[in-house]
Nanobody, 122 residues
Framework: QVQLVESGGGLVQAGGSLRLSCVAS????????MAWYHQGPGNQRVLVAS???????NYADSVKGRFTISRDNTKNTAYLQMNSLKPEDTGVYYC????????????????WGQGTLVTVSS
């Protein structure tokens, strides 16, 4: 019914920048929250940034001042602009969304994307 597709990952040197995109598709009425999670090698998945439909944002302390999350609600898309990247930012970045489907407004659905790999070299 719903699919999230991330893109924009790649290899970058420390200090560089990347912009990740997450596009949601399917029978979507609205999206309450879109968020980005990071899973480093051997680590658990942790929240990096989130953004509500009203553009209220929240960031992990480790990325404040370096990463910016934004949304284009007309395109059901979220972005993560990552600047001043560090080697510890290496890992898979997953998009997560809380989605209200058409015809099911009271049962929001949590959905994950497949992830996009970011590698930051020192």
């Amino acid at each position: 019914q719903v699919q999230l597709v991330e893109s924009g990952g790649g290899l970058v040197q420390a200090g560089g920048s990347l912009r990740l995109s997450c596009v949601a598709s399917g029978s979507i009425s609205s999206i309450d929250v879109m968020a980005w999670y990071h899973q480093g090698p051997g680590n658990q998945r942790v929240l990096v940034a989130s953004c509500t439909g009203a553009d209220a944002t929240n960031y992990a302390d480790s990325v404040k001042g370096r990463f910016t999350i934004s949304r284009d609600n007309t395109k059901n898309t979220a972005y993560l602009q990552m600047n001043s990247l560090k080697p510890e930012d290496t890992g898979v970045y997953y998009c997560n969304a809380l989605i209200r489907l058409i015809g099911r407004p009271l049962s929001p659905l949590g959905q994950w994307g497949q992830g996009t790999l970011v590698t930051v070299s020192s």
